[in-house]
């Protein structure tokens, strides 16, 4: 008897309710390498007879764009300079590249969505791609430490908090991180 009841205009409206309830929708829907370069300017004297110990200077900036509603594209660029003594015996840097979806974020939410928690997930591939183009270029692997973009995120913005309760002028994004970009 009951089983044969028709939805009623009241079902569908908590069906509709329960689909706007459910929050913000976040997704990786793709993720590429898209630029890669590597150099050994001091190679083949890099690998001459001399110990291993280069001095490392590691850069991070990042990126976003919308490409469409709800769509994102973020850029995470790595750099990476191996100097021994004074002569670079490589210089690395991987722009990994990704598209998320990210849907029903207040603005503030989704800016720091595109500016933390999509680069910690990106970084693991960044990471491994600079390391195995390292390795390709005969050097020991290079194993870049973890790193804490939410505590990046939030440093940038007691940053541009700061600067613009300082003097009064609002710093953009990219003199706030220093990307020249």
Request: charged share 20%; glycine share 6%.
């Amino acid at each position: 008897m009951a089983e044969n009841q028709e939805p009623t205009e009241s079902t569908a409206a908590n069906q509709e309710n329960e689909q706007q309830s459910t929050g913000p929708n976040f997704a990786l829907q793709r993720l590429y390498l898209k630029d890669v370069s590597f150099e050994s300017p001091g190679s083949p004297e890099a690998f001459q007879g001399q110990q291993w110990a280069p001095k490392i200077t590691f850069d991070i900036k990042n990126r976003n764009r919308k490409i469409q509603d709800n769509v994102y594209e973020v850029v995470l660029t790595l750099t990476v300079e191996a100097k021994q003594e004074e002569a670079v015996a490589f210089l690395v840097e991987v722009q990994q590249g990704a598209v998320f979806a990210a849907q029903g974020f207040e603005d503030e939410q989704l800016e720091q969505v595109l500016g933390a928690v999509c680069p910690n997930i990106m970084y693991p591939y960044a990471r491994e791609a600079i390391d195995s183009l390292v390795v390709k270029g005969s050097f020991p692997p290079l194993m870049l430490a973890p790193v804490n973009f939410d505590s990046l995120y939030a440093q940038r913005k007691q940053q541009e908090a700061a600067a613009e309760g300082g003097n009064g002028a609002a710093n953009t994004v990219a003199e706030a991180t220093g990307d020249d970009n």
